[in-house]
């Protein structure tokens, strides 16, 4: 009897001598693959937008799901040192958490990787050149109409702007809409700037981080 895969076995199930298939399937003992190893997780809606987006600039589509590399590391590891590629997307997002769920495949020769490990994912897509405008994420705030930015108009009147939100970039956040390049947003003492009230603005200079890639 062969296994349909190499692993380890882990229990019998039934000892030597004992009567199996008798009246239905025996399961005679559990095997674990080890290598290569699957790791599961799921992503938002946005970034699944965000992988389809990046197969297609490269001139592939769901069918090439072997393209898009995966990242993991351990919880005393630092980055993601162990690397492989997607191996399975569900076809569907489920509509009760607005995820969906990928399978990644990587190669783990020393063993490493033991089944059942918590780790953290990372798929790196190449970057794309684009502008954009990005406050600190500390400025943003929500109410119920959704995020907004205090920003100080032309009197030096304090306007809330309802906006929409992308990416992170550090601690900064893109602003997809609702924001223009000439506007002045409040980013310290957010308590104390009321809107409608007028206020004596201070110019500051924001400086963007650059992070390691992120899937979040």
Request: hydrophobic share 40%; aromatic share 4%; net charge negative.
């Amino acid at each position: 009897m062969t296994a349909p895969f190499d692993g380890v076995v882990t229990a019998h199930q039934v000892s030597v001598g004992a009567l199996v298939g008798a009246n239905a399937p025996t399961t005679l003992a559990t095997i674990v693959q080890i290598d290569p190893s699957y790791v599961s997780f799921t992503i938002s809606e946005q970034d699944v937008l965000r992988i389809r987006a990046s197969l297609k600039q490269a001139g592939l589509d769901e069918k090439h799901l072997d393209k898009v590399p995966v990242e993991i590391g351990l919880m005393n590891e630092t980055g993601y040192p162990h690397a492989g590629h997607l191996d399975y997307a569900t076809p569907m997002v489920d509509p009760s958490t607005g995820t969906l769920t990928l399978r990644g495949l990587l190669p783990n020769p020393d063993r490493v990787l033991l089944p059942g490990f918590f780790v953290r994912v990372r798929v790196p897509l190449p970057s794309q050149k684009t502008e954009a405008l990005l406050v600190p994420d500390t400025a943003l705030g929500t109410d119920q109409a959704g995020r907004y930015l205090l920003v100080v108009d032309k009197n030096d009147v304090v306007q809330q702007r309802t906006v929409s939100t992308g990416a992170r970039v550090g601690s900064l956040r893109v602003i997809a809409t609702g924001l223009q390049p000439d506007d002045r947003v409040v980013v310290s003492g957010l308590q104390r700037a009321v809107p409608g009230e007028k206020v004596a603005p201070q110019a500051t200079q924001i400086t963007a981080e650059t992070p390691p890639p992120d899937k979040s």
